[in-house]
């Protein structure tokens, strides 16, 4: 009988989720605005299309912010980056429903396209999210 100690190997995570995170659901969210600008601009108007770029840049910043504030945060203790990821959320929902609530939007935005870019952008965002969460955990928790 032999005696070797079984190892566990550990897969090689990388430094940080926060930036890959923020790459895979940009570009799954800048896709699914394009789509919509091209589509609405040949179907309905450019006020239209422009209305829902506004809404998708709103949508992409709002959530790109959290992902950089989790980064930094991260970046000082790796204990903080969720803490402070759900933090800047909570913030940043108080903060848009004041702006739009108190600011209003433009003239010019089409309220139509306004949402339904929004709702379209928001949710290839989080496709993107969810997935490259998904990676990061298989990158850290490699059992293979």
């Not at 179907?43 to 992409?60: H, P, Q, T």
């Not at 959530?63 to 790796?78: D, M, Q, S, V, W």
């Not at 969720?82 to 929902?93: Q, S």
Request: proline share 3%; hydrophobic share 60%.
């Amino acid at each position: 009988m032999a005696s070797s100690s079984a190892r566990i190997s550990t897969s090689s995570a990388p430094n940080s989720i926060w930036l890959p995170i923020l790459a895979l659901s940009l570009v799954y969210s800048l896709i699914a605005t394009a789509a919509f600008f091209l589509i609405s601009w040949l179907f309905a108007d450019l006020r239209y299309a422009l209305s829902g770029a506004l809404a998708a840049g709103v949508v992409i910043g709002f959530f790109a912010i959290g992902i950089l504030i989790a980064e930094a945060a991260g970046r000082i203790r790796r204990s903080w980056a969720m803490p402070a990821f759900l933090g800047a959320y909570v913030i940043k929902v108080f903060g848009i429903a004041f702006v739009l609530l108190n600011l209003g939007l433009p003239e010019w935005v089409n309220r139509q396209g306004f949402v339904l870019a929004a709702a379209i952008s928001l949710v290839a965002w989080q496709v993107g999210e969810v997935r490259a969460f998904m990676k990061a955990r298989l990158a850290i928790y490699n059992e293979d």
